[in-house]
């Protein structure tokens, strides 16, 4: 005889019982939807270029492409030697167009003390060039200042460097983002949220229009006093305007007992603060960014070649860890930067796009990837494309079904929803 369908069992969970646990979940759902939007994949910079308040101007970008180009046109075997896929001449553009993303006048460490009287003039001159910048093409397209810290001591001089800035800078330049140095407590992202919040009324400023980064220098920024991680819940009381941590190797090194010889990106200590870091931003919209390192190409042509490699190999450390974005302060350090960038992305290309494709076509190509995946691999396409690494024409190359709103479709859409 003919096997029979077994009849379907009757759903034995009551309407009350379902809706009972549909209430549960309901605040949960809009408690996640809220404080993790998703990440924020497509133009972030791959650098913050920091330089002293007391010698910017407009021309800080050009010197320092100009310079750059002159680090590889200076040391040729070099960089041909470190060009394994072909970036250099789009590296050349790329210093002569535009060498500089993200620009920071520093105010902080980089800066000092100084008297009231210079530090107001150097603060309005900054506003003064930021504007100028903003308005430029070839200008970075994010800016902004890092003020003093939150501290007793320095506080009070931080507000007045910030409102001076705006000041001379006519309002909010478009792009601008202040830094705040040295987060040691929940507590004080929340003095920043009303600190503008008190500036855009004071300055008849658009509501929300001032947005800050939290730059991790502490370790109690980490784990605070009651072993919580104090960033996490930071992160979730900036109300919105927090667009970035930055990581500050040198600080955090040496505040965990780290001797100066042995303080790098690299280091155990620093990997961790970064980690946590990553996993705290994760699905916010939060920006991460890498330290610095203060090591650069002078000397010796051996002393040169070393720095230069070991600059590269950071980049290429911190991009292959997630970690898109990081300080330059030295404009060799551009050269570098680029060059290592664009070849991470470059050689990338064939295989994320490949396997995107695949998925697209409902067709394995020997990888079964999960949605998940497949929006990973848009993202490094993605940001392949914003900086300049490859095209969509290379995309195209491999597949006429991905372009740039394919991969923003990938992206955007809700991990375990339907095919894009």
Known sequence: MPSQE?????????????????????????????DFPGDKIGGQPIHTVYIPASVASVDVPGEWGDSALTSIESNPDLFASLDSSGVLQTVRETLARRPIQDLRIDF???????????????????GQVLAALSSETSGPEWLGIRSKGLAPHERRRGFRTLELVLDGAGGVPDGFVFTVPK??????????VALCEEIERAHGLDERSLRFELQIESPQAIIGSDGSATLAAALHR???????????????????????AHQSLAH??????????????????VWVCDGSTQVVPSGSQDQVDAATRRHFDLVTRSLERGFYQGWDMHPSHLATRWTATLAFFRTAMPTAASRVAAYLDSASGGMMDEPATAQALAAVLVRGLDCGATTEQDLQEVS????????????TRTVGGPLV
Do not use: F
Not at 24 to 33: E, F, G, K, N, Q
Not at 183 to 192: I, S, T
Not at 400 to 411: A, F, H, K
């Open 6 to 34: 077994p009849e379907s069992a009757p759903a034995r969970l009551s309407e009350p019982a379902r809706l009972r646990i549909e209430g549960i979940l309901d605040p949960v759902d809009a408690a996640l939807a809220r």
């Open 108 to 126: 902080e460490d980089g800066y000092g003390w100084r008297s009231d009287e210079v530090e107001d003039r150097h603060a309005r001159l900054a």
């Open 183 to 192: 987060l040691r407590a929940v507590e004080q992202v929340d003095a920043v």
């Open 238 to 260: 900036a109300d919105g305007r927090c667009t970035s941590l930055h990581y500050g190797t040198y600080d955090y090194s040496a505040a965990c007992g780290i001797t100066s």
């Open 268 to 285: 155990p200590v620093a990997d961790h603060a970064k980690n946590v870091m990553l996993v705290a931003a994760a699905q916010t919209g």
């Open 400 to 411: 006429s079904s991905i372009t740039r709103d394919v991969l923003q479709g990938l992206l």
